[in-house]
């Protein structure tokens, strides 16, 4: 029972350094999305993938690149890491397009900048 | 533009004691609205959904309900538990890309 698995737990950056957080959901689910967590700031959303082969931007998109290499994966990027970065970051997924449908998650990428 | 906002932020209760999380939306054109629970280190865990045409939920010692007249949603727990202790969050769904969350209650039951 994996569900949304993500990869790494945590990871240190240098400021300027680039790294890509990997997230794997094994329920053939059709949507997936990326989100930060920040003290007192609720879930933001970066980017999701309604579908493979399709990817759009979020609420806070700048400074992250994201791909949608199969059904399966969803991945994030940072370029060129900055320590506004600094974050705990979680994938979701749910079934397909549906508005009504509860979205599982990973348990998160701790990520720090310094 | 869509705010949720929980209080209170912290919480800290005796065990056996029935309470209330509140959730608080400023717009009213949600299509769901969904609690979550989340356990220090790890992910969201889906709790209970409720559909805007719904107007509650429940799961067990758990009841939501969705008020979307007043924007507003809460989560009853009835006979806490110290297995309760983690941070509530809701969020309302207002398209199919957005999901705005609140900041979250956090709840400790004392044994």
């Known amino acids: 029972n994996a569900g949304v698995t993500q990869t790494p737990k945590f990871q240190v950056l240098k400021t300027g350094q680039s790294m890509t957080l990997q997230c794997a959901q094994d329920?053939?689910?059709?949507?997936m999305y990326w989100y930060r967590q920040d003290p007192g700031m609720g879930l933001r959303l970066i980017y999701y993938?309604?579908?493979?082969?399709?990817?759009d931007k979020g609420e806070v998109p700048n400074g992250y690149n994201v791909s949608r290499l199969n059904k399966r994966e969803f991945s994030l990027r940072l370029e060129s890491a900055a320590p506004s970065q600094t974050s705990v970051y979680f994938c979701a997924s749910i079934p397909g397009q549906g508005l009504g449908q509860p979205q599982h998650f990973g348990d998160g990428t701790r990520l720090s900048i310094l | 533009k869509q705010e949720v906002t929980q209080i209170p932020a912290a919480l800290s209760v005796p065990e056996g004691e029935n309470l209330v999380l509140n959730c608080s939306f400023t717009d009213s054109a949600i299509y769901n609205l969904q609690w979550f629970r989340q356990d220090p280190g790890k992910g969201l865990t889906s709790l209970l959904l409720i559909q805007s045409s719904q107007r509650e939920q429940t799961s067990g010692r758990l009841n939501a309900s969705l008020d979307k007249s007043s924007g507003r949603s809460t989560l009853y727990i009835a006979a806490s538990q110290p297995g309760d202790s983690a941070t509530y969050l809701c969020?309302?769904?207002?398209?199919?890309?957005?999901?705005?969350f609140g900041p979250g209650t956090s709840l400790s039951v004392i044994p």
């Open positions: 329920m053939n689910h059709n949507s």
């Open positions: 993938s309604a579908s493979e082969g399709t990817t």
């Open positions: 969020a309302a769904k207002t398209s199919y890309d957005k999901v705005i």
